[in-house]
């Protein structure tokens, strides 16, 4: 099986996050930054699996500048065979789908896999858009995944349960939590990244439609208003008719 | 024009689906335009959206609709589009309108954002969204420049608006190739509304100290017309189903009232929760983060705090 990995960068999921005082930019002062978790934690394990079982190749994908090298080290040292970084700045979704397909076309992945959103545009729109450019099936939100010859079956969360769904042939799949189990890169696996193949290649010319242009915090709440605990009715009654909410 | 995609649930719409055409409609009026809804497959009564601001229902009806594929969904609702002459093309932000999104603005080389929170801001001839970024830590106003632009619409963020009257649903004639995934089976829950779209949450953490004791969330749930949902380590423990999991890498949820029992309020919950409009916060620990992220909170322990909320809760509706 020959398979792809897209993996995006992020900042951890503890960070405080902050802007340059005029909301142009993200404030990267002091963020730690990860492996996007949709994608290392449950695409590129559920990935590793397959190809442990039946033979195969696990490629990284991104599309970034040098800063995301880090990252995609930590994927080879998980254990993905190689890997391409499209050198671009990846401003919009369209832009980096269009980079992926373009790597993607002619190299006939069996499966390609994104995280079900990044944590930090939470757009979830990056594998629908490969899917379409290179028309293949798209399984979204996917929580598990079985290949069994050319034929997948997965399951998909969808409001309110679950969809089994079967697909033949190449495909895109978003990972949700449920696919895979996070794994913690090893010694080993740290030492043999270092001598896998990492590429790294211009973008194609393609525009950015849809960008940020400005970004703003949540207004701070007010400060809690304390009820005490033997009176719900008290609390029941704000919710009434101070908040309005039931 | 402006296009809504109507996504109905086994012919039913949702409202979600009210949500987008309302915001579709106000969106016509702001750009001085019309709003038209498609609908796909089986339908029930698709001429009550005219009630929500269509002035005209399309519904393509053809057996390769009766289940979702995107890939066939996507190709059908952009020939509706170029067809039909669509400036905007507004979805739903569900798991439906999700994996449009993307496919579309791919197949009709347009600027799409996921997850919208307003309507767009037309000054200066620009065409601008916002819609939370950071896992709901921030939110960004998205500038689109394509002719085309294509949106979902983030659930709860609009109230349905009625005003105009039924419409007549006409019949769109459009190529439907065949899917290449197939549905093998559906396994909805019925009789409870699907956390992304509940009005109220009651949520509860490991302060509950163990499944056995979910009756009174439960209870409580049930008297306030609620969705249950739970924080991660109880879904990784299987206390819970890890559908009910919210947060960072769970579901981000904005319903009007959330409530929080026995939930600490680490980062990583707060991202998936703080934009509801209202957040309770239930915890024995005056010290616990999330009374810093509260409008209303109560310090005890909610082994009482929880039944004698319920019983006030009883009371009130009651009346
Ligand atoms: C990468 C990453 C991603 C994560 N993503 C998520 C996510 O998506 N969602 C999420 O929820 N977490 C997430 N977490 C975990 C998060 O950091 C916290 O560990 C978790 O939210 C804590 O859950 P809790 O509040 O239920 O438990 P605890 O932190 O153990 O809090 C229990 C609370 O219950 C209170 N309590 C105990 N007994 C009683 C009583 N009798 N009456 C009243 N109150 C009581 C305590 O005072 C305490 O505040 C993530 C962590 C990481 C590292
Ligand atoms: N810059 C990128 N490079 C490679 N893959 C990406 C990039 N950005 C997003 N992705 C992939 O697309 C998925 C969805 O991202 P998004 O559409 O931003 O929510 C992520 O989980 C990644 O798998």
Redesign the pocket.
């Known amino acids: 099986m020959k398979l792809l990995v897209c993996v995006s960068k992020t900042p951890d999921?503890t960070s405080k996050i902050s802007f340059t005082p005029d909301g142009s930019k993200f404030n990267d002062v002091g963020i730690t930054f990860i492996m996007n978790?949709y994608d290392e934690w449950y695409a590129l394990v559920r990935a590793l699996e397959l190809t442990e079982k039946s033979g195969g190749t696990v490629t990284l994908v991104n599309v970034g500048g040098p800063d995301n090298d880090q990252t995609i080290r930590k994927g080879l040292a998980i254990g993905a065979s190689d890997a391409v970084r499209i050198d671009a700045e990846p401003k919009s979704a369209l832009f980096i789908a269009k980079q992926i397909a373009e790597h993607a076309r002619g190299q006939y992945y069996d499966i390609i896999f994104c995280g079900k959103e990044s944590i930090d545009f939470n757009g979830s729109e990056v594998g629908a858009m490969v899917a379409e450019f290179l028309d293949l099936p798209f399984a979204s939100y996917a929580s598990k995944l079985d290949v069994s010859g050319s034929t997948a079956t997965l399951e998909r969360e969808i409001e309110g349960g679950v969809e089994i769904v079967e697909v033949a042939g190449p495909f895109v799949v978003s990972a949700a939590k449920g696919m895979a189990e996070q794994r913690i890169p090893n010694m080993m696996g740290i030492m043999k990244a270092k001598s896998k193949p990492f590429a790294v290649v211009p973008p194609v010319a393609f525009p950015d439609y849809a960008v940020p242009v400005k970004y703003t915090l949540p207004k701070e709440k007010t400060g809690v208003k304390l009820v005490p605990a033997d009176d719900m009715d008290e609390l029941v009654r704000l919710l009434h008719e101070e908040a309005k909410v039931i | 024009m402006i296009l809504v995609f109507a996504e109905a649930v086994n012919g039913q719409f949702k409202k979600t689906a009210f949500e987008a055409v309302t915001y579709g409609n106000k969106t016509a009026q702001l750009l001085g335009n019309q709003c038209v809804v498609l609908t796909l497959g089986k339908v029930n009564n698709a001429g009550q959206l005219g009630e929500y601001g269509a002035s005209k229902v399309y519904n393509v009806s053809d057996a390769n609709l009766d289940s979702f594929d995107s890939q066939v969904y996507a190709s059908v609702i952009a020939q509706a589009a170029e067809k039909l002459g669509a400036k905007v093309i507004v979805l739903a932000h569900t798991s439906t309108g999700k994996s449009l999104l993307g496919r579309l603005a791919a197949r009709l080389n347009a600027g799409s954002v996921a997850g919208v929170k307003s309507l767009p801001d037309i000054a200066g001839g620009s065409f601008k969204v916002t819609k939370g970024v950071y896992s709901g830590k921030a939110t960004a106003e998205y500038e689109i420049s394509s002719d085309l632009k294509i949106l979902s619409l983030s659930g709860n963020e609009i109230r349905p608006a009625k005003g105009g009257g039924e419409v007549a649903m006409e019949e769109l004639h459009l190529t439907v190739p065949s899917p290449k995934t197939r549905v093998l089976q559906v396994k909805r829950q019925e009789g409870i509304v699907p956390l992304p779209e509940a009005d109220v949450v009651v949520s509860a953490?490991?302060?509950m100290k163990g499944p056995e004791h979910w009756g009174i969330v439960e209870e409580l749930a049930k008297v306030m017309g609620a969705t249950t949902a739970c924080?991660?380590?109880?879904a990784d423990a299987d206390w819970r189903p890890h559908h009910e999991?919210?947060?960072?890498?769970?579901l981000a949820i904005r319903p009007n009232l959330y409530v929080a029992i026995?939930?600490?309020?680490?980062i990583?919950?707060l991202a998936?929760v703080n934009q509801s409009k209202v957040i309770v916060v239930?915890?024995?620990?005056p010290e616990?983060p999330f009374f810093k992220a509260a409008d209303y909170g109560v310090v005890g322990?909610?082994?009482e705090v929880v039944p004698k909320l319920t019983a006030a809760m009883k009371k009130f509706k009651a009346g």
Do not use: C, E, M, Y
């Not at chain 2, 026995?262 to 680490?266: K, N, Y």
């Open positions: 999921t978790p | 953490g490991r302060g924080s991660r380590p109880v999991h919210v947060g960072q890498t769970g026995g939930i600490s309020g680490a990583q919950h998936g239930i915890n024995k620990d616990a322990d909610l082994f």
